[in-house]
């Protein structure tokens, strides 16, 4: 199991430490570094930052918001930096959901999804295989386009610069089980929002046609402590945010996941206390078994322990969610 490092994406300003934490990863041997985005920072930017500082260590988005772009300017943004950093970049999308989709990028959540992600993919796969124009007739994403609001004019283009790799990696974040499964068929890999090495049967009917080196990519706050109950704190404060924030009261991913992985009432609760302006005693309804199950915190000796069940299940490569040079030496030691 290869250890990546996750950056997530900026609070209120930049993190003036992720460079260093980054180029900390490389010179431990971690395999990857990701960032993200949300609404506020974007994805890309900080990680040409961190591709201009580092020589090896491979560079993901996890993830690239599909909303925030049309699927051939993330095509020229991923194969732009994968020139630039010498072919580390590998491309994690995610589809978000109503409220960010409508509410932040002002476009309509496709009613779809599966299709819409179907379509983005394809439209990559096209500009970076530079076979050809890129030409597809798709109900979300037409090239060119064909809508009776448009000029007619539109010309199929194949894009200008040669990709440097035609199979530049390109994985999904995905949480409904029919998205997963078809995660497995169009894309390289995997990144699951939440994943309990104890519960691995959640996922099972989803992940029953896996191809060789299909990548299972997911995150886990990690933090080297005595003190686990204060360790698992700010995996709290992320599960409340998530569940209860993230989403619509009628429809939200994040605790539709949680209630399918054991927790529902526990989720609706959390839901229904965030939505209430009740924030903190939300993050206080997220069960401590939850959080501790899908996260890595405690003694090194707890985590030596338990890093032997996320080993033990189909996981390739483990993203750290640790914001200290401590941990992430201790996790390089016990992995290694």
């Known amino acids: 199991m290869r250890l990546g490092l996750a950056l997530g994406y900026w609070g209120r300003g930049p993190d003036p430490g992720h460079v260093a934490l980054a180029q900390e990863a490389e010179r431990l041997g971690y395999d990857s570094v990701w960032t993200a985005e949300a609404w506020g920072s974007d994805a890309f930017t900080p990680l040409t930052w961190i591709a201009a500082r580092t020589s090896r260590i491979r560079l993901g988005t996890a993830v690239a918001q599909m909303a925030a772009r049309s699927p051939v300017t993330t095509a020229m943004h991923a194969l732009t930096l994968d020139h630039l950093s010498g072919g580390r970049v590998m491309l994690g999308l995610g589809l978000s959901g109503p409220q960010v989709v409508e509410g932040w990028y002002g476009r309509p959540f496709p009613k779809s999804p599966l299709t819409a992600t179907r379509e983005y993919v394809e439209v990559i796969r096209q500009v970076l295989r530079r076979e050809g124009p890129v030409e597809l007739a798709g109900r979300f994403h037409a090239h060119p386009y064909q809508g009776e609001d448009g000029s007619g004019l539109g010309k199929a283009l194949k894009p200008i610069t040669h990709p440097l790799r035609a199979d530049l990696p390109v994985l999904l974040g995905a949480e409904g089980p029919r998205n997963i499964a078809q995660t497995t068929r169009i894309a390289d890999g995997w990144l699951p ?7 691995t049967d959640a996922y099972e009917a989803s992940l029953s046609d896996l191809r060789e080196g299909f ?5 886990a706050r990690a933090k080297v402590c005595d003190d686990i109950a204060e360790g698992l704190l700010p995996v709290k404060a992320m599960l409340g945010f998530y569940i209860g924030g993230m989403g619509h009261a009628a429809r939200n991913f994040h605790a539709d996941l949680m209630a ?17 302006g009740r924030r903190e005693d939300a993050v206080r309804a997220v069960p401590d078994a939850f959080a501790d199950e899908i996260s890595l915190v405690g003694p090194r000796e707890r985590i030596a322990e338990r890093l032997e069940s996320w080993r033990a299940g189909p996981v390739t490569d483990l993203l750290v969610l640790a914001p200290d040079p401590h941990t992430l030496r201790v996790l390089a030691d016990l992995n290694s």
């Open 215 to 219: 990548t299972i990519a997911p995150m």
């Open 193 to 199: 929002l939440y994943w309990s090495p104890t519960r």
């Open 260 to 276: 399918r992985m054991g927790y529902e009432e526990e989720a609706r609760q959390v839901q229904e206390l965030f939505l209430a």
